[in-house]
């Protein structure tokens, strides 16, 4: 194991439903990391994106937030699991989310959740190498000509156990089309759209698309049930 503890920059950690995704519905411990690179127009976390020093927080006064903000706090996965308990959280799956989790090594972080028996989840734009524990369920959700300027990685979508487009228009489509050939998924990936931001139209043609292809609908539920 890595003889350096790893610190995770915090920026939210709360429990709620699983709005997206396979485990829809599912009870989890949401984990959101500080930093992202990537530059998706339409991100609903845009207060992830920089990491800024200025920004670094005890973890009472990030567990404390009444809103979204850039602040953070670094925490190792032992404090983590500390907190869990601390906090009294009843869910057993936890999702890796933020920003971009994938920018850190999750391995550590793996190797103590799941030795204390949570699932792990990772919900990440492929854009960076994973380094996440052999049982973490990957959720891909791939983000292609974006600000960034980053490509999807081949070995991300191989790694992928579900893979959740955000789809507004026909070439959001298409161009998922261009990246399933340049970068195959497994047989057993299960391949979802995901319409950006609760659009009518977006969600219309995500319908459509899922019926047509066999694939999955992906709605944000958390949005529609108005919770965290
Ligand atoms: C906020 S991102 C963080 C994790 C990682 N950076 C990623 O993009 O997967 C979590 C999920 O929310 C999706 N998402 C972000 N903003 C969205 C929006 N406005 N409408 C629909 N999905 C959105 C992303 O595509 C991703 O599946
Ligand atoms: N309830 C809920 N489900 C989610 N699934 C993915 C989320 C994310 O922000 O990554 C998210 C989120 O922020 N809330
Ligand atoms: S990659 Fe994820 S966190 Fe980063 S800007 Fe895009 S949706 Fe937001
Ligand atoms: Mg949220």
Known sequence: MNPITTHYPVNELFE?????????GT???FLRLQGCPVGCPWCDTQHTWEKSAADQV??????????????????????????FQQQGFQARHVVITGGEPAMYDLRELGEVLEGAGY???IETSGTFELKVSAATWVTVSPKL?????????PDSMKRADEIKHPV??????????????RCPPRDDTIIALQPISQRPRAT??????????????????????NIE
């Not at 006064?61 to 983590?80: I, V």
């Not at 000509?145 to 990685?153: A, E, I, K, S, W």
């Not at 507004?168 to 050939?181: C, T, V």
């Open 168 to 181: 507004a228009m026909q070439k959001h489509i298409d161009a998922l089309d261009k990246l399933l050939q």
């Open 204 to 225: 219309e043609l995500a319908i459509a698309t899922c019926i047509a292809r066999n694939w999955r609908l992906s709605v944000q539920l958390h949005k529609y049930l």
């Open 16 to 24: 709620t439903i699983q709005g997206e995704g396979s485990f829809t």
């Open 58 to 83: 005890d973890a009472a006064r990030m567990l404390n937030k009444s809103s979204p903000s850039p602040e953070w706090a670094e925490l190792t996965a032992a404090q983590l699991l500390e907190l």
């Open 119 to 121: 699932r792990l989840q």
């Open 145 to 153: 000509d974006m600000p960034g300027g980053f490509l999807v990685r």
């Open 27 to 29: 009870p989890a411990i």
